[in-house]
């Protein structure tokens, strides 16, 4: 798409670009080629010579059972945040959009966790459930339940799903709001009139209605759980006990920096961006389908 | 104050010429209107002359200097747009000032020339105002009064009044048409409105599919119509016509359902097909107008306006369909058949193939 | 209007007070938190309201040393760190998406279209998925624990260029065209008309990326390695440390508090424009 009129300088256009282009070239575009040709490298133990092992690398990650244990630990992840912090946002957004006093307060109430850093989220819900401090997690100790997050597998992953799905329901919970409330009210009234009760006119007016909005979100809360909640799992489990919490994203960061295994962490990477580009090429068919939705 | 003369001009976007050579001179002080169906290419011909689209091939200019490779900026002139391109974040003071600041007017200047037009289209207690706390009226106002603070030689309009509603269209032409001779500024003024036409114009330019059908004022657009186009798209309901073909004496016309018209004087060679038109205000009852073809109308529908009625028939043994405005009184029912005659002198002959006038 | 029983009116009051208790309940235990002392806190002992150590436990976090158990930098200059990286990754992308948007939506020349897919595909590399080669990268332009190195690589945007884009096309061509014959060039057009109108959008952005400036983690995690470089957000996982019942959890949790608020203060006093840009622009 492009405006029918125009200015014509000849070189204004490029000087415009070129600090947006020169960042892109030299931190995204330049990297990411670096990671695809690394990831076909093997370096010796010493980092003293390199060899071209097309994709020997990949063979390694993606035989290797730590590596597909973190595909499930993800997949585990990303379901149960996307799915809690969905499904609250949208109980939340239904009751915040009936008619009734105070909406603006409540929705004021709900909306600011979304200025939260995923970490300091971590850190809130971990003075929580500390197994010796916090308020909730000694009090399951006392009462008799064995609850430490940091020997318990099954307890560390649902420490960080709540943590990360806490942190996200106020962003969901906006744009449900907003959907919900576009809908006009003429369609819903004309739903009352030819006999639907609240409950029918919800399942079959407002929420196919709002569907474009929902699989936008989907879409967004799977990135949000792949990896920004980098810092949730950092803060709080350091992707254990064992690799209890390792999701991919933590995987390719221990590989990378703290492993120094170069290849198999470009080689992550390269997979990890190709589920990105899968996810926004998705994205973006359905944004050009929201365009007819108005 | 500036002629401006346009020739030769032509406009192609890649392969499609839109613009198929134009001349018109347009003399000092003249209000020209450009007018013809949307597409018909009479936007880009005022948007060249503003310097919006570059002239593919000829020449335009203004006060004899050829302006092709100005900027808009450079040619002196001031445009009104149709929905008035007000930059919505100033207020109608910096709105009408804007131009000038760039100039590098000084303020004191600037203040009296937008004080000054602000007298004129009484908007000085709107001033302060955003444009989108105006009236569609008012703003049309505005950006009337950018215009004029620039002082042009040349004004510009482009469909000025076609976001107006009926009444305010009304008032502001009349308006328009003040304005213009209180300041007596060449204005080239394009609109599809043949009203606006008719009653702003010096001189009006029809023009269809890139071409300049016929340019003169308005009496003379509408009873000498150049061609078939301009005598359909001029009057209200459109002209009749009838497809026919000249008689023997050349003098004569035959048309289909074997009527023959007699013309006021000589035109075509015997034998050629043309078209025969005639407005619908010009055909009478029969019995006013003394040995004139006779058409029996047969009535198909009416339609009352009040000062007239507009009858809708045909003519028995002929498809098309014609229309006769003959005064509200007339009682007229649907089934009946009216004896009408074209008043004298008010046929219009056209070659069928060119469809270009031929003779009174 | 369609009619309404009371005791169905009830119901939504209700979740959402419920919501909002639970939204609510970890932060007002992070505040508790920061007005008692380490002892009672480490015996797990931590009433339901505010204690008296609150004064002190601030300006402990702020500006203390942490009675030298570890050597800490304050929590003022981590904030600081934090602030300075915020504002110039928000002033950044503003800045040269707002430039880049108007090279691509008002003129038209060779690459236009090569440049624009340039910055799109930066939508699908998220520094997280190149962590390894954008690091090497930064060190090798010595951009290693500077401000320099910790915003420069952030503040390209698609998001950003494609939504001024999307405004940009939405102003009338007519206006255009009436500054060309007011005797506007390019730049005075953007700076008197373009940077005007796009002010609600600017704002909107502001907020959206001055909270994801802050929050920044992984990024800084890779780029600092010194105390005096370490952000807000970076500065209080590292105070976790062993995260035992020794761990100064006053200090901790004045430090959350404290980290939470710049970002919290923008969303509520910007709330609507907020709100407004995020649902508009996020699509």
């Known amino acids: ?294 | 104050m500036a002629t401006i003369d346009i020739r030769s001009v032509r406009k192609s976007y890649a392969q499609t010429e839109v613009i198929k050579g134009i001349d018109c001179a347009i003399a000092d002080g003249e209000f020209l209107v450009m007018l013809g169906p949307s597409g018909c290419g009479k936007s880009t011909l005022l948007r060249m002359v503003a310097g919006l689209e570059p002239i593919t091939k000829g020449e335009i200019a203004i006060g004899g200097r050829v302006v092709n490779d100005l900027e808009p900026k450079d040619r002196n002139i001031a445009m009104v747009f149709q929905n008035y391109a007000l930059y919505p974040h100033m207020s109608v003071y910096e709105n009408m000032a804007y131009g000038l600041k760039i100039k590098g007017m000084p303020k004191a200047e600037i203040d009296a020339a937008v004080k000054e037009a602000a007298r004129i289209l009484e908007l000085g207690p709107f001033l302060d105002r955003k444009p989108r706390q105006l009236s569609g009226g008012q703003r049309q106002r505005v950006a009337m009064g950018r215009a004029i603070v620039r002082k042009p030689q040349v004004f510009l309009f482009d469909e000025p009044l076609s976001n107006l509603d009926a009444k305010l269209r009304t008032q502001m032409r009349v308006e328009i048409k003040r304005l213009q001779s209180q300041l007596a500024v060449t204005s080239l003024y394009v609109t599809h409105d043949q009203v606006e036409a008719m009653t702003l114009a010096d001189r009006i330019m029809v023009m269809n599919a890139g071409v300049a059908e016929q340019v003169g004022t308005p009496l003379e657009v509408y009873r000498r119509p150049a061609s078939t186009f301009v005598a359909g798209f001029i009057g209200a309901p459109a002209m009749n016509f009838m497809p026919g073909r000249m008689g023997a004496d050349g003098r004569s016309v035959g048309v289909d359902g074997g009527l023959s018209f007699t013309l006021a004087e000589g035109a075509a060679a015997a034998g050629r097909p043309v078209t025969l038109g005639v407005r619908p205000e010009h055909l009478h009852p029969a019995n006013e107008i003394p040995d004139a073809t006779t058409i029996a109308l047969r009535v198909e529908l009416v339609e009352a306006l009040g000062a007239d009625t507009v009858v809708h028939g045909r003519i028995e043994g002929t498809s098309g369909p014609i229309l006769a405005r003959l005064p509200g009184t007339a009682r007229v029912a649907i089934g009946d058949v009216l004896p009408l005659a074209p008043a004298p002198g008010e046929l219009h002959l056209f070659d069928a193939e060119t469809g270009r006038r031929m003779a009174a | 209007m369609i009619a309404r029983r009371s005791w169905t009116d009830a119901i939504p009051h209700l979740v959402l007070i419920l919501g909002v208790a639970v939204f609510a309940f970890p932060i007002y235990v992070a505040l508790v938190g920061s007005t008692w002392d380490a002892g009672t806190i480490g015996r797990g002992r931590l009433p339901l309201v505010p204690g008296p150590d609150g004064w002190a436990n601030y300006d402990q976090a702020l500006f203390g040393d942490r009675g030298g158990r570890i050597s800490y930098v304050p929590v003022s200059q981590m904030m600081w760190n934090s602030f300075v990286m915020a504002m110039v990754i928000t002033v950044g992308k503003i800045v040269i998406s707002l430039l880049s948007a108007y090279a691509v939506a008002f003129f038209r020349f060779p690459g236009r279209m090569v440049f624009f897919w340039m910055i799109f595909i930066t939508l699908m590399l998220p520094v997280e998925v190149r962590i390894v080669p954008t690091f090497e990268v930064i060190s090798d332009l010595g951009m290693v624990n500077t401000f320099a190195g910790l915003t420069v690589p952030l503040i390209a945007s698609a998001t950003a260029t494609l939504l001024f884009r999307q405004f940009f096309l939405t102003i009338p061509d007519e206006l255009v065209e009436a500054a060309k014959i007011d005797g506007a060039g390019p730049m005075r057009f953007f700076f008197d008309v373009v940077l005007p109108l796009s002010r609600t959008n600017i704002a909107a952005l502001f907020v959206i990326l001055f909270i994801y400036g802050w929050n920044q983690y992984l990024w800084p995690l890779l780029v600092t390695s010194t105390r005096e470089m370490e952000t807000i957000v970076i500065g209080i996982t590292k105070m976790l440390g062993t995260s035992d019942a020794q761990t100064d959890w006053n200090l901790i949790m004045a430090t959350t508090i404290l980290a939470l608020l710049p970002p919290v203060a923008v969303v509520i006093a910007m709330m609507r424009t907020f709100v407004k840009g995020l649902v508009d622009g996020d699509k």
């Open chain 1, 1 to 294: 798409m492009q405006r029918r009129v125009i200015f014509d300088d000849k070189l204004l256009p490029y000087l415009l670009l070129f600090p947006q282009v020169a960042v892109t070239l030299v931190f995204f575009i330049w990297p990411a080629l670096q990671a695809v040709w690394q990831s076909t490298q093997l370096q010796d133990v010493f980092g003293l010579s390199t060899q071209f092992v097309w994709f020997e690398n990949y063979t390694a990650v993606l035989t290797d059972p730590g590596y597909v244990g973190s595909i499930r630990v993800t997949a585990i992840f990303a379901a149960s945040v996307t799915g809690l912090s969905m499904g609250l946002a949208l109980l939340f957004a239904v009751m915040a959009d009936a008619n009734i006093r105070g909406r603006e307060a409540y929705q004021a109430l709900l909306i600011w966790p979304y200025a939260l850093a995923p970490a300091v989220a971590a850190v809130l819900w971990l003075f929580i459930f500390h197994p010796q401090i916090g308020m909730v997690g000694r009090t399951l100790n006392q009462a008799g339940v064995p609850w430490d997050y940091k020997l318990n597998n099954g307890q560390a992953l649902s420490l960080v799903i709540l943590a990360s799905a806490w942190k996200q329901v106020s962003y969901n919970f906006i744009f449900f709001l907003a959907a919900l409330q576009s809908i006009p009210k003429s369609v819903i009234e004309a739903a009352a009139i030819d006999g639907a009760g609240p409950r029918r006119r919800f399942f079959t007016i407002q929420f196919p209605l709002i569907a474009p909005t929902s699989f936008f979100l989907l879409i967004v809360n799977v990135t949000y759980a792949f990896f920004d909640t980098f810092g949730v799992i950092h803060a709080l489990t350091q992707g254990g006990p064992g690799t209890a919490t390792s999701t991919l994203i933590y995987n390719v960061y221990k590989a990378g920096m703290v492993a120094q295994d170069l290849g198999g962490s470009a080689a992550q990477s390269v997979i990890l961006m190709a589920f990105v580009i899968a996810l926004t090429a998705v994205q973006f068919r359905f944004v050009e389908r929201r365009v007819h939705y108005g």
